[in-house]
Nanobody, 123 residues
Framework: QVQLQESGPGLVKPSQTLSLTCTVSGGSITTNYYYWSWIRQPPGKGLEWMGVVAYSGSTYYSPSLKSRTSISWDTSKNQFTLQLSSVTPEDTAVYYC???????????????WGQGTQVTVSS
């Protein structure tokens, strides 16, 4: 069974770059037809899909975050990484990594989730 685990700093200063890593176990991130995404939930709000790296290495981002978001992977470590630049307090959220076998931006179509990590943007 696929398991995901987020890691990274819990506090980031405004204007800096948020960087989180998701370590995958129980399966390879290059397995055909698997998609690996970052999804976040700000306090009091719903889930927001941020972007994906596909089994092929292709990436796709939410249009609203595209200018600030980058997702990359390290296949040797079976990890993928989120970078979100120029953060503001509005980027405070619980950040999840998740996977699906459907090319989807809909959170309810994701089968496997990490436990989530709280990131607070504050000076």
């Amino acid at each position: 069974q696929v398991q995901l685990q987020e890691s990274g700093p819990g506090l980031v200063k405004p204007s800096q770059t948020l960087s989180l890593t998701c370590t995958v176990s129980g399966g390879s991130i290059t397995t055909n037809y698997y998609y690996w995404s970052w999804i976040r939930q700000p306090p009091g709000k719903g889930l927001e899909w941020m972007g994906v790296v596909a089994y092929s290495g292709s990436t796709y981002y939410s249009p609203s975050l595209k200018s600030r978001t980058s997702i990359s992977w390290d296949t040797s470590k079976n990890q993928f990484t989120l970078q979100l630049s120029s953060v503001t307090p509005e980027d405070t959220a619980v950040y999840y990594c998740a996977s699906t076998t459907v090319a989807s931006t809909r959170s309810n179509e994701y089968d496997y989730w990490g436990q989530g990590t709280q990131v607070t943007v504050s000076s």
